[in-house]
Structure formats: structure tokens, C-alpha cells
């Protein structure tokens, strides 16, 4: 599988991927994020296939079930804007969450002052190791 978030519009495609041939085929929309949740960014998956999305605009983490849409959960972030997650740690269960500060109005830093902060959460699920890629 292979995932495919189109901030703009506020979607998450899922897509067959064949690696042998490098293609994509098959693409659907499998989650809609709610305008409330602000606008997904950058996502990782953990060993179940959950995709955790950061949320610019939405102050957390969602976790959602790719292949149903359903939603399954969120971590706050003491940050407005949250940009992308990896699972990292010696067993790949500390969730990591970066943020930006710039370009931020001094009226959001005043309220999110830990904006462009990287932060950590132990949520119970663990990621999967990543696939090297060379050239």
C-alpha cells in the first residue's frame, strides 16, 4: 500500500503499489479529514497499518484505520502547526512530532510558545522499521 495526502483538499488516498515495477494503481480515497481537524501534513504508519497524520492548523496527531476511514484517536500538541510524525527509539515506540514556528504571527507564538519544537509521546503503538533506499 502506499498513501497519498492531499493537503489541499483535506483527503488521504490509498494506493497498490508494485515495487518490482515502481508503479501505482488502484487509487481511492480512503479518509476525509474534517475541516475542524485543520489540514493534514506529513504521516507515518505503525506495525498494525494505522496512519498517524499531523494536523497544520489542528494542534495534534490523528490516527486513523487507512483502509475503513475510521478515526481512531489524537495527540495534543502544545504547538499549532504540526508538519510530520516518525516512530523512532531503540523499539520504534516513541512517537516523534515536529512543528514550525516561522512565519508565525507573534499572536499564535504568544499562545503556542513551544511552536517549532519537536516533541515526543509514547502512545502504545510501535512503527515499522523503514526500507533503506539507495540509488
Given amino acids: 500500500r502506499m498513501y497519498y495526502i492531499d493537503t489541499p483538499t483535506r483527503t488521504v488516498q490509498a494506493f497498490d503499489f508494485d515495487a518490482a515495477q515502481g508503479t501505482i494503481s488502484n487509487g481511492k480515497v480512503t479518509i476525509t479529514i474534517p475541516e475542524e481537524y485543520g489540514n493534514p501534513d506529513g504521516s507515518t504508519i505503525d506495525s498494525e497499518g494505522n496512519l498517524w497524520i499531523g494536523h ?80
Avoid: M
Avoid at 486513523?64 to 510524525?85: D, I, Q, R, Y
Avoid at 515526543?120 to 540509488?135: C, D, M, N, P, Q
Fill in 56 to 135: 497544520w492548523g489542528g494542534t495534534y496527531v490523528t490516527k486513523w484505520n487507512p483502509e475503513s476511514g475510521a478515526f481512531l484517536g489524537k495527540v495534543k500538541v502544545p504547538a499549532e502547526h504540526v508538519t510530520s510524525v516518525a516512530f523512532g527509539g531503540e523499539n520504534l515506540d516513541t512517537l516523534f512530532i515536529t512543528t514550525v514556528s516561522a512565519w508565525l504571527p507573534d499572536s499564535v507564538l504568544a499562545q503556542y510558545p513551544q511552536s517549532g519544537c519537536v516533541f515526543s509521546a509514547v502512545t502504545g503503538a510501535t512503527g515499522i522499521k523503514s526500507l533503506e533506499f539507495s540509488r
